[in-house]
């Protein structure tokens, strides 16, 4: 029997590195805001999928006028988010009650496809963990002692994205510690409360909107995915 399968889309980013007053998940991109892109992607998996949409509690009104804006009518669970990103998943998976899957995404990947969503949870069925990662393209250094530098072999790191998608029961477990400094995302507190990670092909094209630079390459996948 197939697991029960949810999602939680964290969409809690401000407008900063966009140079922005508007929260980039608000941003328009080919007609429509980032955050109702990202979550238009999750209902082409399935749109009977429940979703959680966590926001900053100051912007759930913005969202609500939105919807009205853009006629958006996708059936959402709206929850108010934490102080940090952590507390933020927290409340979303309290709203679970179930056993099975959940996927956890960033409002501000709008480019996720069928096939990685479908995979994430393919993948954590098998192993109760799936991150969606790529390799690295180009050559990096550490800095050390100052202004020197050392070469890494590029082919032992892995940039990470998301969906993370895990057993529900297991990250619920995890995110019971005490939140640390260390946590950037899900897949760290589940590797700090001891289980292991399973990393899945990811995609180049699944960016994070965080400059506008990303917002213009965004613009063009997506106009490339309706040709």
């Known amino acids: 029997m197939k697991a029960k399968e949810y999602a939680i889309i964290v969409a809690g980013g401000s407008g900063t590195r966009m140079n922005s007053q508007i929260p980039k998940q608000f941003l328009v991109l080919a007609d429509l805001p980032v955050l109702m892109h990202t979550i238009n992607a999750f209902d082409t998996y399935s749109e009977n ?84 990662a790529v390799k690295l393209k180009e050559s990096i250094r550490v800095q050390e002692n100052g202004s020197h530098t050392k070469a890494l072999d590029r082919s032992r790191f892995h940039l990470i994205q998301t969906p993370q ?29 001891g289980h292991k990670i399973t990393l899945f092909e990811g995609s180049y094209k699944n960016l994070k909107i965080t400059t506008p630079e990303d917002l213009l390459v965004a613009e063009v996948f997506l106009k490339n995915q309706n040709v």
């Open 165 to 193: 998608t895990f057993d529900i029961a297991l990250l619920k477990e995890a995110y019971q510690v005490t939140e640390q400094p260390v946590f950037t995302d899900d897949a760290s507190v589940v590797e700090y409360a």
């Open 49 to 132: 999928l429940p979703i959680i949409l966590v926001l900053p509690k100051k912007d759930i009104p913005v969202w609500e006028k939105l919807c009205i804006e853009y006629n958006f009518t996708r059936p959402l669970k709206i929850v108010a988010g934490g102080a940090s990103r952590f507390q933020s998943v927290k409340n979303g998976l309290s709203h679970i009650e179930d056993k099975g899957l959940v996927a956890i995404h960033d409002g501000v990947r709008p480019i996720v496809s069928k096939d990685i969503i479908a995979n994430s949870f393919k993948v954590a069925a098998a192993r109760q963990s799936a991150v969606a």
